[in-house]
């Protein structure tokens, strides 16, 4: 990447050049993403109308996604929820974007989806410059997995991961209450 083809600030792609930045990737980052049959993920709205279409015969969809998230929960359990969201999410394939990140060597990436995008994006790549090492619990063992990797990268999954739905210690952040559920074994807290 040059400064010339880049709308970047200098620093940045300095930054990225010297592998001294942290991709961050929010929500957003997985909207251009299809799945095979070109459909897009939920948004916030649409995956609390997914949920309440599954779970409440249509009902609590003028509620936010962490009210419905939460009763969804209450309701229904932890592990029932999260698997209806892996099955959810599981389809969909990483966009352009996601597979340009495998050409690049980062400091660290973070993000706060679920999805396994990132994960998709290296797998596809054939001689991916770095190979992530995912972490999704404080529990999880940094310096011995990092250094079993070669060319590792850290990459943690801030809200949790849908390859890991069913660990009743590792709830999917989607309510309030899920800070609380996994307060101190999720990062962020």
Not at 153 to 177: F, M, Q, T, W
Request: charged fraction near 25%.
């Amino acid at each position: 990447m040059s400064a010339k083809s880049s709308s970047l600030p200098p620093a940045l792609l300095s930054a990225i050049k010297d592998q001294r930045a942290v991709l961050f990737l929010g929500a957003g980052a997985s909207l251009e993403a299809r799945d095979r049959n070109r459909k897009k993920p939920p948004t916030g709205d649409g995956l609390r109308d997914l949920i309440c279409d599954k779970f409440f015969e249509g009902s609590y969809k003028d509620y936010d996604l962490a009210s419905a998230s939460e009763f969804a929960f209450e309701q229904h359990g932890n592990l029932v929820v999260n698997e209806f969201i892996k099955n959810i999410f599981e389809p969909f394939l990483p966009s352009k974007p996601h597979l340009s990140i495998p050409n690049f060597k980062w400091a660290a990436i973070a993000t706060t989806n679920y999805d396994t995008l990132i994960e998709k994006s290296y797998k596809a790549k054939t001689h991916p410059l770095q190979t992530p090492v995912s972490f999704v619990s404080n529990q999880d063992p940094v310096d011995i997995r990092m250094r079993a990797v070669e060319n590792s990268v850290e990459y943690l999954k801030l809200h949790g991961c849908i390859e890991r739905a069913h660990d009743v210690n590792l709830p999917l952040i989607l309510s309030v209450d899920s800070y609380d559920l996994s307060y101190p074994r999720k990062f962020g807290q």
